[in-house]
């Protein structure tokens, strides 16, 4: 019996909830939706189901819990830890819930500097959508025009601009979200004072799709920052690249006079090389450096933020064409590894004073791992955040994985600074979660979801 065979009169009652056009059965229909962005995780569902309203999507989960199927709410499919698609084997395939019909971009409240959202919108929308009425909003990535709110709030994403202003948790002052039975939390006026028992939005942050289905999220807009000097800068050492943005400044609260640093982000040489080639750019600088910095700064556009001497090796970039063209080097690295392959993505973060020494240490390692062909590092200097990007080991072969996070925990570090723990790293949360932490982790998940079926394997093993 092939896996659309099973639950006819649960493929019945979804179809009778969305309609026929939005149930996708079988392998074509739901193909895109059951392989994720790295190509290294994917496995088979029952159906895709795109609802159209909270109302819709009540009654799937209401109908999924009846028949006791798993169901495994699904953004942009851009996440990076193998949660946002189904697992390759093992348990009951589940009813993937596409959000991606929720687009819905409400009226920025201009008082508050507020503005609710549906979950599907994509973030490039709620960034242009602050922009038109004369506000920003504070998380920015490469995904941009793929990645949904909904999703960033479900993983707590971060982004380039985190030393500014914080992770997602913090843009978030309301939810609506569908539980495991079906019942919806609405609670969306933003209010920051409210001090009526458990923060849920707070909690339903980073859960990735394992306490309830976010349908609409409300988020604080920031002022736009003025005008911005982008830079790369040569640098031979992770600890001179720490020195270098230590130069830069910190970044402060929005109100802050003076110059401040909006990006620190750091791109090592087995990276550039890879960029340059995969995106047909040339080396950016005179010399072939170790370590490449990224800043930008805002500081009315005249360079003046940057801290640069005479023999700084560095390119300066002060209108927003130019400053694109440097971010390329940055943005476009997870593409240009994925033209290498299966690429096994370790997003990691340690504290800024041991960053130099963890990451000197991880070199080292890797060079000893078996069948590694080639490596690097990139990410947000500023937030303390390496990606290690290994490729040559099989998609299945978790010893890098492992010899890379286990390096990372004895720094003091988190085996997921940003991308979430997913499935590829839910085996490996004792790391840095202490035994009771994921036990009041786990009792969260059992009250919300007493079957335990939302996204299965996801978070935990
Ligand atoms: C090129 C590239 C660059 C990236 N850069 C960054 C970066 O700088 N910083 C960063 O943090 N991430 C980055 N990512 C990872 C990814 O974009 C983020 O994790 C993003 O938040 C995922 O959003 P999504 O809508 O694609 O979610 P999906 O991939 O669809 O889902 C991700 C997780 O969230 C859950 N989920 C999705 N939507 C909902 C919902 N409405 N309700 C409940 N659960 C939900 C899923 O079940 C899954 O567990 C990057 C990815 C790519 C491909």
Request: negative net charge; hydrophobic residues 45%; charged residues 20%.
């Amino acid at each position: 019996m092939s896996t659309s065979e099973k639950h006819p009169e649960l493929l019945k009652a979804l179809e009778e909830i969305v309609g026929a056009a939005y149930l996708y059965i079988g392998d074509d229909r739901v193909a895109p939706f059951v392989t994720d962005w790295t190509r290294r995780f994917g496995g088979p569902c029952l159906a895709v189901v795109r609802p159209g309203s909270v109302d819709e999507i009540s009654q799937v989960l209401r109908a999924c819990a009846a028949a006791g199927v798993p169901v495994l709410p699904q953004g942009g499919n851009t996440g990076l830890v193998g949660g946002s698609v189904p697992a390759a084997s093992g348990g009951q395939p589940p009813v993937i819930i596409s959000l991606l019909r929720l687009t819905e971009l409400g009226e920025v409240d201009e008082l508050s500097g507020q503005v609710t959202v549906g979950a599907g919108a994509t973030l490039g929308e709620v960034q242009r959508h602050a922009v038109r009425s004369g506000w920003r909003y504070g998380v920015d990535l490469a995904a941009r025009d793929s990645a949904t709110i909904g999703g960033t709030v479900a993983t707590n994403a971060g982004g380039i601009h985190v030393i500014a202003h914080g992770m997602t948790r913090a843009q978030v002052v309301g939810i609506e979200a569908v539980l495991a039975d079906g019942s919806v939390i609405t609670h969306l006026s933003g209010m920051l004072k409210d001090n009526t028992g458990y923060d849920l939005a707070a909690l339903l942050c980073g859960s990735e799709g394992t306490l309830g289905v976010i349908t609409a999220v409300r988020v604080r807009l920031h002022r736009p920052l003025g005008r911005t000097t982008v830079s790369l800068i040569g640098v031979g050492s992770y600890s001179e690249a720490l020195e270098l943005m230590s130069r830069a400044g910190v970044a402060s609260d929005s109100n802050a006079p003076g110059s401040r640093l909006l990006a620190a982000e750091v791109i090592d040489a087995p990276s550039m090389d890879l960029v340059c080639a995969v995106a047909d750019l040339p080396w950016p600088l005179e010399q072939r450096w170790p370590i490449v910095v990224l800043l930008e700064v805002v500081d009315g556009g005249d360079g003046s933020g940057l801290p640069l001497d005479e023999s700084a090796d560095a390119v300066v970039a002060f209108d927003a064409a130019d400053q694109l063209r440097l971010w390329a080097y940055r943005e476009r690295q997870a593409e240009a590894y994925g033209t290498t392959g299966v690429v096994h993505k370790l997003d990691v973060s340690v504290p800024l004073p041991e960053l130099a020494a963890c990451a000197d240490e991880l070199v080292a390692l890797i060079n000893t791992l078996p069948d590694v062909e080639t490596f690097g590092i990139f990410g947000h200097l500023a937030d303390g955040n390496m990606h290690v990007e290994i490729v040559g080991p099989a998609a299945d072969d978790l010893r890098v994985d492992l010899a890379v996070l286990e390096c990372v925990a004895r720094y003091g570090g988190s085996i997921s600074a940003e991308h979430g723990v997913g499935r590829a790293k839910a085996a490996d949360l004792h790391l840095c979660r202490s035994a009771a932490e994921i036990a009041a982790m786990r009792a969260i998940k059992g009250a919300l979801d007493p079957q335990r079926l939302m996204n299965p394997g996801v978070l935990f093993v």
